[in-house]
């Protein structure tokens, strides 16, 4: 019952916030429109303004103070809830849930009329002040303004004020509701009990009514249900057994690959086994959770539940979600039968037997609250419940000492069916001393604490068991090259063609969310074993996404991801654009690669820009709140950002002026070849070797740059040619002159010329010029000509030459030496 009025509560919940926002959107709207009116319109009509913005300001006002004044009653009675639910901790943190909304209703109100009263403000500087004695009178009309917004100002205060003091009145309830949880938590956790002979013989006297109570409340049901609600209660039956039907199939159709461990496969990988304990522990439990909800709900929709039915089928339900969550993570991890996919070193004999004891502890604690349960809904003597629990905690004490006792580890090199070595010395003592704490804390009638001790030790201890499997399996995954041996990663492989880059980076997502999933999954069973309830998650996870408080600011996760999305939209609207234009628009008008280069540049940052201010502002982040930032950063540009800066505004003056474009042949400094890519950064040009060199932009923008395809792509090229001493110049003219002329691609206007340039030291020079229309054809047509000038040369007999010097050797007389003694004739 409490999990259905959770579930109305978050419904109401939704619908106030949705209620409040509305509201206050509609308050600020309406209140921000007289002061449009009174600002913008001629002075002609603010004659007939002030009459109807004081009705609309007036009906506003009295809107809010009767939302205002319903509130307050409101909070009037959860007072006096908490005062009679104050042992019931579901009840307590419902209320709790329910003030915090109110903390927030009046939090959003406060800050709508706040933004009317800056209006106001503003409006008010701008009328200026009233006139001072001796001073002529302002306008009849600006003092009627001026008087209607300082009474708006007034009301507008006072309701501020009043929703400021309930919103402080609800967070110390939601205050005082936190200190009394905390205090029955820790009332129940170690309350004392007297444990005498009397305590055993009117719980044992209480046991034998209670069963008798037991046996008459299910037959009377069950002939109440049979006669009367016959057709409804097979209709649940039916429904549950679809919907068993259902999950179980559809969870081996999808999942069976991943749960289903391969008998003929020999000797199972690690993280083969790793993701097979993990998958099957998890599924499987979800699809008996579905079942077991779909079952309670069929049978309460179709009535067939009476009161004090409800909560012991809901926590039998709970008893077989238990034992088979045990027993699922148990078989995964232990695997009594089958050693090849045992993820622990055990023997078969210590896997069994372990496997019963942890399956025994399971069981005894779900009959612990099953039959705490039932006390409770039977009303019997809360003496019956103590014992109860005392049996179920010295049993657990026990099984946890008779598992120290074991000896199940499997030594290195054994066969599993060989006997086994005993546990490591520091868990047999951790074995022994929870058992003997929780045996020790019934004798001395803590027996509330032994119940919650011995909870935490099976339930929360399987899922932190499960939780660990789940990140070693996360862990395993992700590790390089592992993703790659997976079913999933053979599929990606198969089917989608994925290399072993792409399926290393799906196998780390793939890790990443393993990891989130595990936890997930583990941390709200955790919470609700420590004793949260159901509406506690709730809260924390609606404020986690809609929105909280850190100082000032306020972070919303679902505004942060709806920031995301708009930006994600606008910038595949801007590339869709850009490809557009330039596909259809650029393209049929044939524009210069460099303009379509410039123009699709331009159109990306531009819808970039765009799309990261709607996106900020969609995820309901105040610019204004970087204000400070920006300061900052200002003088963080001045000096260490000042290059970065000054390339950027480069970029966009080369884009904007483009004194060069992309595929213009260029020179600059050392540098020389064709403009690839033009970025707000720096520039790429890939010379002719096929190297590419990144030129910041500063340096292109302040250095002179050569561009040989600035206005258009002719250029003039020469070709030098030299012939001997003996050749008539004319002829050799009229050759070249003829050969040029035969090339279609040169230009006829300007016209060919040959240049009588030198008399050379050993040849005649000649130069011949011609232009072309591309610059890029130069290279071949030069080569071609070259080709045929010899080619004519070697037919018309003309030489070239080669430089030829000549070395004459004079003879002169031999030089005498001054020395005699030294010219080789004289001697001893």
């Not at 969870?251 to 289903?260: A, P, V």
């Not at 399996?473 to 990663?489: D, L, P, R």
């Amino acid at each position: 019952m409490a999990d259905t009025s959770t579930t109305h509560l978050g419904a109401r919940r939704a619908s106030r916030v949705l209620i409040a926002a509305l509201c206050g959107a509609l308050l600020t709207a309406q209140l921000a429109v007289p002061f449009s009116a009174a600002a913008q319109q001629p002075a002609a009509t603010e004659a007939t303004q002030p009459a109807a913005a004081d009705v609309t300001v007036d009906s506003i006002n009295d809107q809010m103070r009767g939302k205002l004044q319903a509130i307050r009653d409101r909070l009037t009675s959860f007072r006096e809830k908490v005062q009679e639910d104050a042992q019931d901790d579901a009840r307590l943190a419902e209320l709790r849930l329910e003030a915090e909304e109110i903390v927030g209703e009046m939090r959003s109100t406060s800050e709508s009329l706040n933004t009317r009263v800056q209006q106001i403000q503003a409006r008010l500087t701008d009328l200026g002040e009233p006139p001072q004695q001796g001073q002529p009178p302002e306008p009849p009309l600006v003092t009627e303004e001026r008087n209607r917004l300082l009474n708006e100002r007034v009301q507008i205060n006072t309701i501020v004020d009043d929703a400021t003091n309930l919103s402080s009145s609800a967070t110390q309830l939601a205050n005082t509701i936190t200190n009394l949880r905390r205090t029955l938590f820790t009332q129940t956790l170690f309350r004392h009990t007297e444990l005498t002979p009397e305590l055993f013989t009117e719980a044992g006297q209480a046991f034998v009514h209670e069963v008798g109570n037991f046996w008459n409340t299910l037959g009377s049901w069950v002939s109440f249900a049979w006669r009367y609600k016959t057709l409804q209660l097979l209709g649940a039956i039916v429904l549950s057994f679809g919907a068993a039907l259902l999950f179980l199939v559809g969870g081996y159709r999808l999942f069976g690959r991943f749960i289903r461990r391969e008998n003929g496969l020999d000797k199972p990988s690690y993280i083969k086994r790793l993701s097979v304990a993990f998958w099957s522990t998890v599924i499987q439990n979800i699809s008996l959770t579905a079942f077991l909800v779909a079952s309670f709900l069929f049978l309460d929709g179709f009535n067939v539940l009476r009161p004090d039915i409800a909560p012991i089928i809901a926590a039998f339900a709970g008893l077989i979600w238990f034992v088979g969550f045990v027993w699922r993570l148990t078989y995964a991890v232990l695997s009594p039968g089958d050693p090849d996919w045992r993820l622990v070193r055990l023997t078969n004999s210590g896997a069994r037997l372990l496997s019963w004891a942890v399956l025994g502890m399971a069981a005894v604690n779900g009959l612990d609250y099953l039959l705490g349960t039932i006390s409770e809904a039977l009303n019997s003597p809360l003496v019956l419940t103590i014992v109860k629990s005392l049996i179920a905690s010295i049993v657990i004490g026990l099984i946890l000492i008779a598992i120290s006792f074991l000896k199940p580890v499997l030594e290195e090199g054994n066969d599993p069916d060989a006997p086994g070595a005993p546990w490591p010395r520091l868990i047999t003592i951790l074995l022994r001393l929870m058992g003997l704490l929780l045996i020790f804390a019934v004798i001395t009638g803590y027996v509330g604490f032994a119940r919650f001790a011995s909870t935490q030790i099976v339930l929360t201890g399987a899922v932190l068991v499960t939780i660990y499997i789940g990140i070693l399996s996360g862990k395993a995954v992700a590790k390089q090259g592992a993703f790659a041996h997976t079913v999933v990663g053979t599929r990606l492989a198969e089917r989608f063609r994925f290399g072993e880059v792409a399926l290393d980076q799906a196998g780390l997502a793939a890790g990443l969310g393993i990891y989130a999933f595990a936890l997930i999954f583990g941390i709200p069973l955790i919470l609700f074993t420590w004793g949260f309830q159901l509406a506690d998650i709730e809260s924390w996870v609606y404020r986690f996404f809609t929105g909280f408080r850190i100082g000032n600011i306020s972070i919303s996760l679902i505004g942060i991801f709806g920031g995301i999305l708009v930006f994600g939209v606008g910038y595949i609207l801007t590339r869709w654009v850009q490809n557009w234009i330039d596909g259809n628009i650029m393209a049929r008008s044939q524009v210069d690669a460099g303009v379509r280069n410039s123009v699709k540049t331009g159109i990306g940052y531009l819808g970039v820009g765009m799309a990261v201010l709607v996106g900020v502002s969609a995820a309901g982040i105040d610019l204004s709140s970087f204000a400070l930032v920006a300061s900052a950063l200002s003088v963080g540009i001045g000096f260490g950002l000042q290059n970065v800066v000054s390339n950027f505004v480069s970029g966009l003056i080369l884009l904007v002026e483009r004194p060069f474009k992309v595929g213009d042949h260029v020179v600059t400094g050392t540098t020389e070849g064709i403009v690839k890519r033009i970025s707000v950064r720096a520039t790429e040009i890939e010379t002719f070797r096929k190297q590419s060199i990144i030129v910041p932009n500063s340096d292109l923008i302040n250095a002179a740059v050569g561009n040989w395809t600035h206005r258009n792509r002719i250029q003039r090229s020469e070709i030098p040619v030299s012939v001997s001493y003996g050749t008539d110049p004319q002829t050799v003219i009229d050759i070249l002159l003829e050969l040029v002329n035969e090339v279609p691609e040169v230009l006829r206007i300007p016209e060919p010329h040959v240049e009588f340039t030198r008399f050379g030291a050993s040849s005649l020079d000649f130069e011949l010029r011609f232009h072309l229309p591309d610059i890029g054809e130069g290279l071949r047509i030069r080569n071609d000509l070259r080709i045929a000038i010899l080619q004519r040369f070697q037919k018309e007999g003309i030489e070239i030459p080669f430089p030829q010097q000549e070395i004459v050797f004079h003879r002169g007389k031999p030089m005498v030496s001054e020395h005699p003694e030294d010219d080789g004739r004289g001697g001893a």
